[in-house]
DNA sequence: AACGATGGCTAATCAGATTAGCTTTAAGAC
DNA sequence: GTCTTAAAGCTAATCTGATTAGCCATCGTT
């Protein structure tokens, strides 16, 4: 018989194919073998197994998103930055929410593992932003995390079931974007400036920690951060 | 033979107890019969078959977590009752990391399943917190929808790997609600409102929708707004 | 033309979910 | 007290999907 001649590349790419289109619970060897039309076990000269392919998936997945956000970022700053991020972000999870829905559970130990190098990568793009946008590097892993937070919850719905929430989802998205704007770019004054509004900061928050000081930074090339990638 | 006597309950009780004490991805036929010490295909007679009692389960987390956060939120309003819906959440999803790893990738379509009304519920008291709050009735979706999106984006990175981000994760939480806290404080002020800062707001903004004003809401009991529980 | 690594295959195994069909308990009807 | 019967368990069997073992053909190299 005539062989197909495939690499690791190949497979991996199959499947997150198969992943945008029939779904993440999809992403079977069956179903991967059958669109590569080779046999099942074949494919086990090219990942270790399931786990494996999942895992590469998920890899591809986060080096993709991390170049585009990188390129859409050339150039820009502030609300800008932060719109092409986030724009670009949901552009990838609609267009790939398979390959989105990869990344999700996976762990981020090993240093030496692409995965993490890639969530890496993405999440200095997202601190280039931010420290483009004005925030402090004391401030820097909290808003970090924060904002991973926000795009990963976003992106994890988005990538779960398509965002059925009916058409003002564009507004939403919108919205999302100036809170956030807005959130940064007071975030880093002092408490009492934030605009007297119709709110009633009461005295007795439960438990936040005292406002606007973070000591103990986690030094530099945190790779903690990225303890899940997007 | 003695019978065990078990109820669906029962099931989902043990189903949710091992999630949380084994993870997720342990959450088997045969170790939920294991540990209710009856064999596998008795649970039948109880639950229709996994995907039921891993809804359940989802069904029981979001109910659960609802309670907890009506409970937290009397007598509360502002920055206090945002500190405490968070802090409910993340203390929920610490102590059950199981049981919220169930709620995620779960469908919310017919509006008679329990599970939808669970997470209607929690949503509502999210709802009630942003009126008390001081959100507008016309942003009131965009902000539950960005709320909800930081508030699952922060759970499911926690329920996944436990949140190996160092020491000074409680740091960055208490930034994350301050952060909230103050982009929903200054949202609902016209776009010039927010005092100057280190920032500059380009002009050329990508895609955003305009600032400020929602139209077409998508009227009220929108429970499409729950398209994922948490 | 031989060769050796590679890529593919069949057959078999294993794990976990699910179904079929039987048996016994236990709760209520008489 | 017995009788009946639905519910709750069980064993055995099936099915799906992942994985392993071991064989064979292909292809680039010598």
Excluded at 17 to 46: C, F, N, W
Excluded at 112 to 120: F, I, M, R, W
Aim: aromatic content about 4%; glycine content about 8%.
């Amino acid at each position: 018989m005539r062989r197909a001649g495939l690499s690791s590349q190949d497979v991996v790419a199959a499947a997150a194919e198969l992943a945008d289109e029939a779904g993440y619970q999809e992403l079977t060897m069956g179903r991967v073998a059958q669109r590569l039309g080779i046999r099942v076990p074949s494919l086990y000269k090219h990942v270790d197994d399931l786990a494996d392919l999942r895992r590469r998936v998920a890899t591809q997945a986060v080096t993709e998103l991390g170049e585009a956000v990188r390129d859409a970022l050339q150039g820009r700053s502030g609300l800008d930055a932060l719109t092409a991020t986030l724009t670009t972000i949901r552009a990838y999870v609609t267009a790939h929410p398979g390959r989105y829905a990869a990344t999700t559970g996976q762990q981020l130990t090993d240093p030496a593992d692409p995965l993490v190098t890639a969530s890496s990568r993405l999440l200095d793009s997202i601190a280039a932003m931010l420290r483009g946008y004005g925030i402090a590097d004391t401030e820097m892993n909290h808003a970090i995390r924060t904002l991973r937070c926000t795009i990963h919850g976003y992106a994890a719905l988005q990538a779960a079931d398509g965002f059925q929430w009916s058409a003002d989802a564009d507004e939403s998205f919108g919205w999302m974007i100036r809170f956030l704007d807005r959130g940064l770019r007071t975030m880093c004054l002092p408490p009492e400036t934030p605009p007297a509004s119709a709110r009633d900061a009461r005295e007795g928050a439960p438990d936040v920690p005292a406002p606007c000081h973070a000591d103990r930074l986690a030094a530099a090339g945190d790779a903690a951060v990225s303890s899940q990638p997007g």
